[in-house]
């Protein structure tokens, strides 16, 4: 019955894939169907030509036939070869070269646009990696091509049907025995693509984590400091035994996959020997004429090669409609729909969390719990705690990638989920800690919350000289490609990156600015200066920031300390010190740490608690 199931899943993922080519490309669909018809029945007409043009040379021979029956068997002998090489080549090709750039164009866009409204939640879900992953990989490739393949497979089969019809002119027990062998040769063919199918599938996880091995040992930050701790033979002995670990499995499936092969071709082979003798009986008997038996021959050994073609063909099918299987999941998930503009945002830029709680999807811990504060326009606060306290959650919930299980998040009086995408952009500027990279020109890194304004130098420069860069070839040369996708590209170090980072939140006219740890690649001094900055420049604006150095915070208006899920402490951090509470325990702990080594490296490790 799984068997059964499987093969059912594959027609209708296959005819899913027609389903969405005809969506995009449906004229393009219908000539590339009609056209594999042509080809085919080309094809088994050329059998029937053959037929009467051997008999009417024989004819001719023996008794005298016309000439004239000959030459039209020639010519309809010939059209009929010529079909299938005019449509396969020429313009099948040309077709085919249509449909994959219209369809790359508009199922791409149509990807994209889904990766920009599903949840958030879905791309920290393990239950949904493969499909995001099989998403970003070009899918529209696999579906053209499982498309393809069916189509393909639908022309062997009309060749086969009339390949059947030349049998039954030998007799109907050639016809009947090559449909007899046809049934278990598929089966057979099929089972050996369900073990491959298997085996592959479930190798997911570790070719995941091969391919994240040879990333390690191939790019350069990863190399570089694999290479500084000798790791790197350690890590290449431990790809090489997972890689053997996978091709070991594969071959013994392999192994065990080619006894049914075995069986195939031996029952293929007593077909042939069956038929041949057959053949030649009935000719010398004089049951079937010289045309028949040279069509039938022939036709024989095109059956066979035609009817290992379908049997690939249909295991490609098979792998292919893994991508069509993920894509029509994924094109079902549900979106995150934009509300209506909200009412305009006046106010004092006043933020209230009222009773929030939230639970990550698949956890059971409960991270944040009751959790009410409230961020008057024009405070800056400091978010301090120890790891999976809760600061970044906060974080995300304030730029709605969640939506908290219970309470509410109230901006000037108006709940959070009401504001609209656009609004959500000029409320919040965030910097995360882990930012992106984006390999663009100076000018787009920096514009790219506001890019109306990116063609405004002075902004721009200014943005980067609030964020601590002063390079001069960097302020002078906007335009110039960061990283190493062009030649003349450069590529920045982690601080520089950082710094770019904040400039654009500098650079984006936001009511609210976001620092979730943004200068964890900065030295203490730097980041020092950073904030000082940071509350000079935004004088005007309210501020949160999330820092796992404690001095940093006492530049806050206020400091809120989360622990197990809650607000434990409130306030500046004299009245912070003063109470002697969680937040002095860290800050004195951190801070004999700097005095009793002086260093930040070495200090990293025990500041980090406090992320």
């Not at 590339?32 to 001719?60: E, P, Y």
């Not at 990989?137 to 053209?144: G, H, T, V």
């Not at 035609?306 to 409609?321: C, F, I, N, P, V």
């Not at 059971?364 to 301090?384: M, Q």
């Amino acid at each position: 019955m799984k068997a059964e199931n499987k093969k059912f899943r594959t027609i209708h993922l296959s005819l899913g894939a027609i389903g969405i080519i005809f969506h995009y490309v449906p004229t393009l669909a219908i000539i590339k169907i009609v056209l594999a018809m042509i080809s085919g029945a080309g094809t088994s007409c050329s059998f029937w030509f053959m037929q009467r043009l051997v008999d009417a040379v024989s004819r001719k021979i023996l008794n005298g036939g016309t000439i004239e029956y000959i030459i039209s068997a020639g010519i309809g002998f010939l059209i009929a070869m010529l079909i299938p090489i005019i449509c396969s080549s020429y313009v099948d090709g040309m077709i085919q070269i249509e449909m994959e750039r219209k369809i790359g164009d508009k199922l791409s866009e149509d990807v994209i646009r889904k990766f920009m409204r599903i949840p958030y939640a879905n791309f920290e879900s393990m239950e949904f990696q493969d499909t995001l992953i099989q998403m970003s990989r070009s899918p529209d490739r696999m579906i053209l091509k499982l498309f393809q393949n069916t189509i393909i497979a639908m022309r062997y089969f009309m060749i086969l049907a009339g390949l059947t019809g030349i049998f039954l002119k030998a007799g109907v027990g050639i016809a009947v025995s090559f449909s007899v062998l046809f049934a278990p040769l598929i089966w057979l063919n099929f089972k050996t693509a369900d073990m491959m199918n298997e085996i592959y599938k479930e190798q997911t996880i570790d070719q995941r984590k091969r391919d994240y091995l040879e990333q390690l040992l191939t790019e350069k930050d990863s190399l570089l400091e694999l290479k500084i701790f000798g790791a790197v033979r350690f890590l290449e002995k431990k790809r090489k035994a997972l890689v053997k670990e996978v091709l070991n499995r594969r071959i013994r499936v392999k192994v065990k996959a080619h006894n049914y092969y075995l069986i195939g071709n031996f029952l293929t082979f007593v077909w042939l020997c069956s038929i041949l003798v057959f053949l030649c009986m009935s000719a010398l008997e004089g049951s079937i004429t010289l045309g028949v038996f040279a069509a039938v021959l022939t036709a024989m050994g095109e059956a066979l090669d035609d009817s290992e073609a379908l049997y690939m063909t249909l295991q490609k099918m098979r792998w292919g409609t893994n991508v069509v299987s993920h894509f029509l999941r994924f094109m079902r998930l549900e979106e995150e729909h934009d509300p209506p503009k909200s009412k305009e945002i006046n106010g004092d830029n006043c933020i209230r969390f009222e009773n929030v709680s939230f639970t990550y999807p698949g956890s059971e811990h409960c991270i944040l719990k009751n959790v009410s504060f409230e961020i008057k326009g024009g405070e800056h606060i400091a978010l301090v705690g120890v790891n999976g306290a809760g600061k970044s959650t906060i974080i995300k919930l304030l730029c709605r990638l969640y939506r908290p299980q219970s309470g509410r998040i109230v901006v000037n009086g108006i709940d959070l989920q009401e504001f609209s995408q656009e609004q959500l952009q000029k409320l919040f500027s965030v910097v995360f800690q882990d930012y992106n990279r984006f390999y663009l020109t100076l000018r787009e890194n920096v514009a790219a919350g506001a890019l109306e304004r990116k063609e405004d130098d002075e902004s721009v420069r200014k943005a980067l000289r609030m964020a601590g860069i002063e390079n001069e070839k960097l302020l002078m040369e906007l335009d110039l490609p960061l990283g190493k996708l062009e030649e003349q590209g450069i590529e920045l170090s982690g601080g520089q990156w950082q710094r770019i980072a904040i400039a654009r939140a500098y650079f984006t006219d936001s009511e609210f600015v976001i620092l979730d740890e943004p200068t964890s690649a900065l030295d203490p001094i730097a980041e020092n200066a950073m904030y000082e900055n940071i509350a000079s420049i935004l004088t005007q604006k309210s501020c949160i920031f999330i820092s796992h150095r404690l001095a940093s915070a006492k530049m806050a208006d206020r400091i809120l300390v989360l622990s197990k899920g809650q607000i434990q402490e409130e306030g500046s951090h004299a009245e912070l010190m003063e109470r002697g509470g969680i937040y002095a325990d860290m800050y004195r702990m951190q801070s004999s740490w700097y005095e009793n080594h002086g260093s930040e490296r070495e200090c990293d490790e025990e500041n980090r608690k406090y992320i």
